[in-house]
Nanobody, 128 residues
């Protein structure tokens, strides 16, 4: 089992940057692909980015491609989401999640049901 705790959210002006962290407990973290999702008020949860368990391959939603970077440090049991050029429409609660399949050969997919473990979320607010 994996327990996830996000941090790093906050209030930032449009054009600014933030780095989110997701700290995981458990010795098996390094065997799980990881994803970031977000949910804005009144909207459905949406995929943001994902990374393989070994950190070699990544996947991004079109809306964040070129602005966000997902990475991980397995020695620290942590996955990151570096966000640049933030826009007001990026405002949401951001969640990290662990793939339901360990040691997946490819990047985890963009659908929430493909992830078994979720953090509690961290709020990101981008002011215009």
């Amino acid at each position: 089992q994996v327990q996830l705790v996000e941090s790093g959210g906050g209030l930032v002006q449009a054009g600014g940057s933030l780095r989110l962290s997701c700290a995981a407990s458990g010795r098996t973290f390094s065997t799980y692909g990881m994803g970031w999702f977000r949910q804005a008020l009144g909207k459905e949860r949406e995929f943001v980015a994902a990374i393989t368990w070994h950190g070699v391959s990544t996947r991004y939603a079109d809306s964040v491609k070129g602005r966000f970077t997902i990475s991980r440090d397995n020695a620290k049991n942590t996955v990151y989401l570096q966000m640049y050029s933030l826009k007001p429409e990026d405002s949401a609660v951001y969640y990290c999640a662990a793939d339901r399949q360990r040691l997946r050969s490819g990047v985890p997919g963009p659908l929430a049901y493909e992830y078994d473990y979720w953090g509690q979320g961290t709020q990101v607010t981008v002011s215009s």
